[in-house]
Every structure is written in structure tokens, then in C-alpha cells.
């Protein structure tokens, strides 16, 4: 019985092992998924910052375009003021100067804001470029490396078949029902008696049953959680001078 049970210790330790792996082997293709919606997310924020950029940059040039059109009319109207005639064509002509000064003095103050606005665009265009870059390098790296993980798991998972096959081949056919039932339910089947309490709940073992599993005769189960239960003597140090 004791070898029925090492041999069953042995086979949750590459179940939980095999688990692990498998876990991991899950997570690289997520992890790699991740990665790429990061670089996704950071890519369609560069294009649509270039995108205002543009925008910006070409209202800028109709603006300054109108400005160039207010000014020869500025010049137009001045030329007028000179060669008016009366005190209302006079002041007709300064109406019209004062309407296109006041016009090209707003369009030159629109175009300094956006001017600013256009530097702030260019910043984190350059900002989110760097980190564009980078994250592609990762998500390359990840890919990589994720690849050859998956490989190297695959390539595990394949071993340990013929090893648990090994192991289940020397623990009874009840016994190991008994352990896959609560494995697969639990996930830790097997788990040690310390200082007369179950290690899997923390509850306290009856002293017959416990001095019964110290002997390692009979499959015991935890009357509360029902694992089985094991019990391992604490080797005592030599203490000799």
C-alpha cells in the first residue's frame, strides 16, 4: 500500500506539474493576443492624430490664403481712403479698413491657436510613434519566443503521457478513480496529515484514524473534504555534538 500511495504522490505531482504547463501553454497565444490589441490601439491613435494634424495644417493654409485676400483688400480700401473725395466716401473707405483689420487680426489669432495645437499634435505623434515602435518590436519578440515556448510545452506534455501512464499502471483501478474523482474536482487530491489535522481544510483527524494512516495500510479519506489523505514522519535532526 505505502508504494501505492508514493506512486500516486508521484502521479499528482505531475498532474499539478502538467496543469502548470498547460496553464502557461494557454496563456502565451493571450498574451500575445494582448500585445497585439495594444498595437492596434496605439496605431489607429497615431493615424488619427495624423489625421487632425493634416486637418489642422490645411486650415491653417486656407486660412493664411484668406488673410492673404483680406490684406489686398486692406490694400484696396486704402488706397480708396486716399482717393476719396468727400467725407462719406472717406468714411465708407475707413469702415471697410477697420472690418478687414479686425477681420485679419482674428484670423491671425485663430491661426497662432491652432499653430499650438498643431505643435501638441506633433509631440505626441512623435510620442505615440516611439511607443509604436516598441510595442511592435514586443509583440515580435513575444510572437517569437512565444512560438518556441509552445513548442518546448508541446513537447513536454508528449513525455509526461508515457511517465503518468507509468504511474497510473501501479496504483489500483479504485484507488485511482477514487483520486481522479477528487482531483478533478479539487484540484489536490492527495494532501498530508500535520500534527493530527488534514493539511487540504485544517481539520482536526480522529486519533484511530490518525494513528491508522500513520501505518500507510488503508486509503483514508478527510471525513470534511475528502481527499485522501498521507502521512510523512518528520525526519528528526542529529542533534549529536
Known amino acids: 500500500m505505502q508504494e501505492e500511495l508514493e506512486a500516486l504522490e508521484q502521479l499528482q505531482n505531475l498532474d499539478l506539474s502538467t496543469l502548470s504547463i498547460r496553464t502557461e501553454l494557454k496563456e502565451i497565444p493571450e498574451n500575445i493576443e494582448e500585445t497585439q490589441k495594444n498595437v492596434a490601439y496605439v496605431g489607429d491613435l497615431?493615424?488619427?492624430?495624423?489625421?487632425?494634424?493634416?486637418?489642422?495644417?490645411?486650415?491653417?493654409?486656407?486660412?493664411?490664403?484668406?488673410?492673404?485676400?483680406?490684406?489686398?483688400?486692406?490694400s484696396k480700401s486704402k488706397a480708396k481712403l486716399q482717393a476719396s473725395r468727400n467725407e462719406k466716401e472717406s468714411k465708407a473707405a475707413q469702415r471697410e479698413i477697420d472690418t478687414l483689420r479686425k477681420t485679419i487680426q482674428e484670423r491671425e489669432k485663430e491661426i497662432l491657436d491652432v499653430m499650438e495645437a498643431i505643435n501638441q499634435y506633433r509631440l505626441r505623434i512623435e510620442e505615440h510613434t516611439k511607443e509604436?515602435?516598441?510595442?511592435?518590436?514586443?509583440?515580435?519578440?513575444?510572437?517569437?519566443?512565444?512560438?518556441v515556448r509552445m513548442a518546448e510545452i508541446e513537447s513536454e506534455l508528449n513525455s509526461t503521457k508515457a511517465r503518468r501512464a507509468e504511474l497510473a499502471g501501479r496504483v489500483p483501478d479504485k484507488t485511482l478513480r477514487l483520486y481522479e474523482r477528487i482531483y478533478k474536482r479539487l484540484g489536490k487530491a492527495l494532501v498530508e496529515v500535520v500534527d493530527g489535522s488534514?493539511?487540504?481544510?485544517?481539520?482536526?483527524?480522529?486519533?484511530?484514524?490518525?494513528?491508522?494512516?500513520?501505518?500507510?495500510?488503508?486509503?483514508?479519506t478527510c471525513s470534511f473534504c475528502h481527499r485522501i489523505l498521507i502521512y510523512k514522519p518528520v525526519e528528526n535532526a542529529d542533534t549529536d555534538e
Open 46 to 74: 497615431l493615424q488619427k492624430e495624423r489625421s487632425r494634424l493634416e486637418e489642422s495644417e490645411k486650415w491653417c493654409v486656407d486660412r493664411e490664403r484668406d488673410i492673404s485676400l483680406q490684406t489686398d483688400m486692406l
Open 132 to 147: 509604436f515602435r516598441e510595442l511592435e518590436e514586443t509583440l515580435s519578440a513575444t510572437e517569437e519566443s512565444g512560438k
Open 198 to 220: 488534514c493539511s487540504g481544510c485544517n481539520m482536526g483527524i480522529q486519533p484511530q484514524v490518525y494513528n491508522e494512516i500513520q501505518k500507510g495500510e488503508k486509503i483514508f
